[in-house]
């Protein structure tokens, strides 16, 4: 999608909340020293990715807009980043002891987002979290413009979620909805 990169300054100057950092950090502290993990959707780094730095986790950020990977290479100079799509980029396998994607998925298409589960799952690590974030109820709605650009929003079901998830190995451990109303699942892949 373009529209991040025709809202770029306007992002990144009204993403200054906590929202997601307290799930990212409890994740973040589960794992091992060193760990790698996926930020999937990574946007310009602040303030998810920089949590996962902060806890010594070896991240890779996979972004599809120019204008804000350019934002997170000038806050985190040394993460390595990849520029494409999540649902088609190549990844290596079964590589990362977690993933994130936060505010990502539900900006994908339905088959775009079964792809994007699918590519995920197969870079992680068996016994590996992925956390992510989206909406409960199956359909495609327009949100409310951003800076004056039209986004259009997908979901599946909380069930959708957790039949995609086990076709690709991963199992729905909870649900929960943060104080902003974004609803956070935490999956493992199971095999
Ligand atoms: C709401 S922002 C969230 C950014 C970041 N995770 C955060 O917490 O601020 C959505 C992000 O998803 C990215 N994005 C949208 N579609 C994508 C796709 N198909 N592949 C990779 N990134 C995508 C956008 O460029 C944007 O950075």
């Known amino acids: 999608m373009h529209e991040y990169d025709l809202i770029?300054?306007?992002?990144?100057?009204?993403?200054t909340g906590r929202m997601g950092v307290p799930e990212v950090t409890a994740l973040a502290a589960s794992l091992p020293a060193g760990a790698r993990v996926l930020d999937a959707g990574c946007g310009?780094?602040?303030?998810?990715?920089?949590?996962?730095?902060?806890?010594?986790?070896?991240?890779?950020?996979?972004?599809?807009s120019r204008e804000l990977l350019a934002r997170f290479q000038a806050n985190l100079p040394h993460v390595p980043v990849l520029r494409a799509p999540i649902q088609?980029?190549?990844l290596p396998s079964?590589?990362?002891?977690?993933?994130?994607?936060?505010?990502?998925?539900?900006?994908?298409?339905?088959?775009?987002?079964?792809?994007?589960?699918?590519?995920?799952?197969?870079a992680l690590k068996?016994?590996?979290?992925?956390?992510?974030?989206?909406?409960d109820t199956h359909g495609s709605i327009d949100g409310a413009p951003m800076?004056?650009?039209p986004f259009r929003y997908h979901s599946y079901s909380v069930d959708g979620y957790r039949d995609l998830l086990v076709a690709q190995g991963l199992a729905l451990e909870a649900t929960h909805t943060d104080p902003g109303g974004n609803l956070h699942f935490l999956s493992r892949k199971t095999g």
């Not at 770029?8 to 993403?15: I, L, M, N, Q, V």
């Not at 902060?54 to 991240?59: A, I, K, M, N, P």
């Open 94 to 122: 079964r590589t990362f002891d977690a993933a994130i994607a936060w505010g990502v998925l539900f900006h994908l298409r339905h088959d775009e987002q079964a792809q994007a589960i699918a590519n995920i799952a197969g």
């Open 44 to 64: 310009t780094g602040l303030p998810l990715t920089r949590v996962l730095v902060e806890h010594g986790c070896q991240v890779l950020g996979v972004d599809s």
């Open 147 to 149: 800076d004056g650009v």
């Open 126 to 135: 068996p016994g590996a979290a992925f956390l992510f974030t989206s909406g």
């Open 88 to 90: 088609s980029c190549e």
């Open 8 to 15: 770029a300054d306007w992002y990144a100057s009204h993403r």
